[in-house]
C-alpha cells in the first residue's frame, strides 16, 4: 500500500512550458524529497524539504525548479520552463531524516517534454 | 563522479540458486547503505540497508554484507525466485547528508 500518492502519472508537455508535479502523503513524515532517472541512467537527488523549506539541493536543481508545501499536505515540484533533457520518471521520496533513516519513493511521474 | 558503483549491468541466475550483486563505493562518509528493487516505469522499492557499525544484516531471502576497509557491499538472495527478476540499485547516504546516491544498477534474471 503506497504511503503517497503521485500525480499526474504521465505528463506529455511543450518545451518551455510549466509543469507541477504533485506527491500527496498518507501519513506524516518528516522529510521529504525529489529525486528523477533519466531513461537508461541512474536515480538523480534533486531536493530535500523539512520543515517547509529546503535542506538540501543538487547541482540539477537550478532556478526553473522549486518545491512546496503549501497546505501542510500535497507536497509540489514545479518546474518553470521545462527543457527537452528534463523528460524523466521523477519520484517523490520520504523519511524521517538523519543517519540510519530509511527513504521510501512512490510510484513516480513520467514526464515527457517535447 | 561514480560514488556508488555497480560493475554489473546485469547478472543471470537459475532458480533455486543463490544471486549475489555488488556495490562498490569510494566516499568514506557514507555511513548507511541501502538496497533498491525496480521495476521499469515503477519507483524503486527499498529491500534491505545495513548501518556501517554492522558488517550483515539479514531479512528472510535477503542478506547484505558491509566490508568498509574494501569500501563494499553485496546483496545475497537465496534462494532466487523468478519473481526477484528486476533492476536492483544500491544506494548511500552519510555525512550528515539527506542525499541518497545510487549506482547505476544491476539488472536481475531468474530463470525458471
Known amino acids: 500500500e503506497p504511503e503517497v500518492t503521485q500525480t499526474p502519472s504521465h505528463q506529455v508537455t511543450q518545451m518551455g512550458q510549466e509543469v507541477i508535479l504533485r506527491c500527496v502523503p498518507i501519513?506524516?513524515?518528516?522529510?521529504f524529497y525529489w529525486y528523477r532517472q533519466i531513461l537508461g541512467q541512474k536515480v538523480e537527488f534533486l531536493v530535500s524539504?523539512?520543515?517547509?523549506?529546503?535542506?538540501?539541493k543538487s547541482e540539477i536543481f537550478d532556478d526553473q525548479f522549486s518545491v512546496e508545501r503549501p497546505d501542510g499536505s500535497n507536497f509540489t515540484l514545479k518546474i518553470r520552463s521545462t527543457k527537452l533533457e528534463d523528460s524523466a520518471m521523477y519520484f517523490c521520496?520520504?523519511?524521517?531524516?538523519?543517519?540510519?533513516?530509511?527513504?521510501?519513493f512512490g510510484e513516480g511521474s513520467w514526464l515527457t517534454v517535447v | 563522479d561514480q560514488q556508488v558503483k555497480q560493475n554489473s549491468p546485469s547478472l543471470s541466475v537459475q532458480e533455486g540458486r543463490i544471486s549475489i550483486l555488488n556495490c562498490d563505493y569510494t566516499?568514506?562518509?557514507?555511513?548507511?547503505f541501502l538496497w533498491y528493487k525496480k521495476y521499469p516505469a515503477e519507483g524503486p522499492t527499498f529491500l534491505i540497508s545495513?548501518?556501517?557499525?554492522?558488517d550483515k544484516n539479514e531479512d528472510g531471502r535477503f542478506t547484505v554484507f558491509l566490508n568498509k576497509s574494501a569500501k563494499h557491499l553485496s546483496l545475497h538472495i537465496v534462494p532466487s525466485q523468478p519473481g526477484d527478476s528486476a533492476v536492483y540499485f544500491c544506494?548511500?547516504?552519510?555525512?550528515?547528508?539527506?542525499?541518497?546516491?545510487f549506482g547505476k544498477g544491476t539488472k536481475l534474471t531468474v530463470n525458471p
Open positions: 544506494a548511500a547516504k552519510g555525512g550528515g547528508s539527506e542525499k541518497l546516491v
Open positions: 501519513s506524516n513524515h518528516l522529510y
Open positions: 545495513i548501518s556501517s557499525i554492522k
Open positions: 524539504f523539512y520543515n517547509n523549506e529546503i535542506s538540501e
Open positions: 521520496a520520504w523519511g524521517r531524516g538523519g543517519s540510519g533513516n530509511t527513504i521510501y
Open positions: 566516499n568514506s562518509m557514507f555511513d548507511y
